[in-house]
C-alpha cells in the first residue's frame, strides 16, 4: 500500500500541475481528470475503498463529464484573445463578435435589455476583489465554526510492532466507535473505517451544517452554468431572440 501511495500522490501532483499550467480548457480539464484518478489510488491505500470508488464515479465520472459540457456551452477565451473585460454572467444584449464595433441605435422599444437575464460585467481589478472578499468570508465562517465541526473524531488506531526479516505484521483496527448521544439507550456500535456506514456516521453526525453549505455552493454553481450557457439567439430556426419581446399570439 506505500508503493500504491507513492505512485498515486506523485500523479496526482503531475495532474495538479497540468490543470493549472494549462490554458486551453480542456487540457487542463484531462490534467484535472488524472488528479481525480489518482487521488482515488492515495484513497485506496488509505483502507478507504467506498470512498476510491465514490471518487472515481462522482469526481472523474460525473462531474467531468459536467465540466466537459459547461466548456462546450461557453467561451473560453481569454481576454488577451479578445479584447474583453472579465464577464461574470450572460448579458443577453452582448454580442462577442461585436465587441468594439460601433453600433447603430436601435429604437427605444428594442433597446431595453430583459432586466431578469442581464448579467454583470466586470473588470479584472473589480472580480479580483469580490473573490478575495468571498475568500476572506468563507475563512471567516470555517474558523469561527464550534469545535465540534473541526474535526472527523478519532482515526483508527494502529498496533505497533516490530518488523524482522519474514515477520508479518499484525493487521490494523479498522473499526470506529460511534457513542450515542446522552439519554439513548442504544448501545455504542463499531463500524469498518472507509465503509458507507463509517461515511454516513462522520458526514451527518459531525458535519451537518457544513453538509448544507456544501449543497448550497453546488446550487450556486450549477446556476452559474446556466447563466454563462445562455446564448443570444438570432436567427436560428425554432428559436426565439432572448431580450426581445415577443408579440402576442
Sequence with gaps: ???????????????????????????????????????????????????????????????????????????????????????????????????????????????????????????????????????????FAIIKLPGSYSRFGDLPTVQSAQVKDGEKLPNYDTGLKFTPEAGETEQPRYVDYGSTEAVSYSIFEGFPLAFEVVSLLIFAAVLGAVLLARRHLTGIPGTQDVGKEQPDA
Design 1 to 139: 500500500m506505500g508503493l500504491l501511495f507513492l505512485v498515486s500522490a506523485a500523479v496526482a501532483l503531475i495532474g495538479t500541475v497540468l490543470l493549472i499550467t494549462q490554458k486551453n480548457a480542456v487540457y487542463a480539464l484531462l490534467g484535472l481528470l488524472v488528479a481525480f484518478g489518482a487521488s482515488a489510488g492515495i484513497f485506496l491505500s488509505l483502507e478507504a475503498p467506498f470512498i476510491a470508488v465514490s471518487q472515481i464515479l462522482i469526481y472523474a465520472g460525473a462531474l467531468a463529464v459536467m465540466f466537459l459540457f459547461v466548456l462546450m456551452f461557453t467561451d473560453t477565451r481569454t481576454e488577451e484573445d479578445t479584447g474583453m473585460p472579465v464577464a461574470v454572467g450572460a448579458r443577453p444584449d452582448f454580442d462577442p463578435a461585436e465587441h468594439g464595433k460601433k453600433k447603430k441605435k436601435k429604437k427605444k422599444k428594442d433597446a431595453e435589455p430583459n432586466k431578469l437575464l442581464s448579467g454583470i460585467v466586470l473588470p479584472k481589478p473589480m472580480a479580483v476583489v469580490v473573490a478575495l472578499s468571498l475568500l476572506v468570508c468563507f475563512s
